[in-house]
């Protein structure tokens, strides 16, 4: 693909060069991300919205502009869109203020795929307001088990919340049938597409979700910024779980007198992200001139090309659907552990992930107690790249022969 420069490509790595296949946990960002955030720092940088030189009023166009941006990127309002810190930030705080609203009893429907990010935050909360969480599984070709799904999914779940794509797996779940089965039971869906957003064309009509999450670092937006979505109709209805400036219309002293403003201010105390939502919108921008679609088909051949490659090699076991995943190949090495793959690789400048990946209870559940490796890819990857890695497992092998 054309996929314009990417400055941090261009060095090596103990002599070799860089191949970076670590995308599932954050992707490089091109020139022109990197140059909106240091435009901003240069000539617009001021705090928003309760300024009214001219500095804070350009800051604050440029920050609602990105806004739009966003929200047209998938298909939503304006005012649906939060800015947050990222999916992390985006799942707890729509915890806390979702579950002011549960009580003892009510059920919560997860994936056993989730990452501990849309896991850690539901349980937490189970504890303190005696909820039920149950799980959907896996069936073995590691997908989720629908039919599962069906009988857990009842008119006591409150909450459906999953990944739209698995961080570990690459398993790209039906969202759009999941949140249709919580629909039928009255429950709200929550969608982590941390994984997919980036990835493949995205529209929050057309799956009907109620709230969704995703961060910018994963789609070649800058660290620490991310997104909450949420219907209008729902979010105008929630109780802000952050409390400060920029959020609310109008307080006395006298305790609970304190009035919120509409959202998505609400939901935004005190000074947001700002560059990182400028940055974001370009990295939207930059996308989108790539196109979803062509991002997609050349992540699904390099993950193809790399499955057949991978096959090749003795004693390797590929943990994931082979078909249908999205530029993600978890791995193991029957004899060698994850961390040592990862740091030989590393020699032979190859950059991939190993461990748990956040997903410790699936780990328990496929019996990987070591976890895997897991090698990434993007839209500036490319055929060379997963040579590289082949040969470089290649090399691992050899090593402890």
Known sequence: MDSGPFPILNQKIFGKRLVYL??????????????????????????????????????????????????RFIGAETDEIVFTSGTTHSLNMLVQMLGKNLHPGDEIVLT???????????????????????????????????????????????VL??????NTLGTINPAAELIALAHAQGALAV?????????LPLNVRQLDCDFLAFSGHKMCGPLGIGVLYGKKDLLINLEPAFFGGGMVEDVSSEVGKALWLAPPQRFEAGTPPIAGAIGLARAVDFLEKQGLKQIEAHCTLLREYAIKELKKIPRLNIIGPEQGGIGIISFTLEVIHPHDVAEILNREGIAVRAGH???????KELGLADGTTRASFYLYNTIEDVDALVAGIRKVQEVFR
């Open 22 to 71: 670590d995308n599932a946990a954050t992707t490089q960002k091109p020139q022109v991300v990197i140059d909106a955030i240091k435009q901003f720092y240069e000539t617009s940088n001021a705090n928003i919205h309760r300024g009214i030189h001219h500095l804070a009023e350009k800051s604050t166009m440029a920050y609602e502009s990105s806004r739009e941006t966003v929200a």
């Open 112 to 158: 056993m795929m989730e990452h501990h990010s849309n896991l850690i935050p539901w349980q937490e909360m189970a504890r303190e307001k005696e909820l039920i969480v149950k799980f959907i599984p896996l069936t073995a070709d590691y997908t989720l088990d629908l039919q599962k799904a069906r009988e857990l999914i009842t008119a006591k779940t409150k």
């Open 161 to 166: 919340a999953f990944t739209h794509v698995s």
């Open 191 to 199: 969608v982590d597409v941390a994984q997919s957003v980036g990835h």
């Open 357 to 363: 990946h956040c997903t410790i209870p699936l780990m």
